[in-house]
């Protein structure tokens, strides 16, 4: 299984409707892609405009490929894409141990 971790800034004062947004975006179009296995989204203490989600997939590919090259990443984009300060930081991990 592999780990996404997206660190996500958005536009001050849009915490809400970003929230709403991203929730729909994952339970609408993420949870359609290939290889997704969950997700969970947190949001920053001393910085509430930064808000890092992870995402599960089965394979790097079904993120890289499937999902960012396919349909479904335009429809994701869409949703939460105007809320962003700046593009976000994304980076995939594979699980090491577990507790």
Known sequence: MILEIADIRILPG???AF?????R????VASRAQ???GAKVNRGIE???RYVLQIFWETLED??????GGPLFAEWRALIGPF??????VEHFSLVSKP
């Open 47 to 49: 910085s509430p405009e």
């Open 25 to 28: 975006a994952l339970a609408s």
């Open 63 to 68: 993120h890289t490929v499937g999902f960012r």
């Open 84 to 89: 962003f300060a700046a593009p976000p930081a």
């Open 14 to 16: 849009h915490n809400a």
């Open 19 to 23: 929230e709403e947004a991203i929730q």
């Open 35 to 37: 290889g997704f296995k």
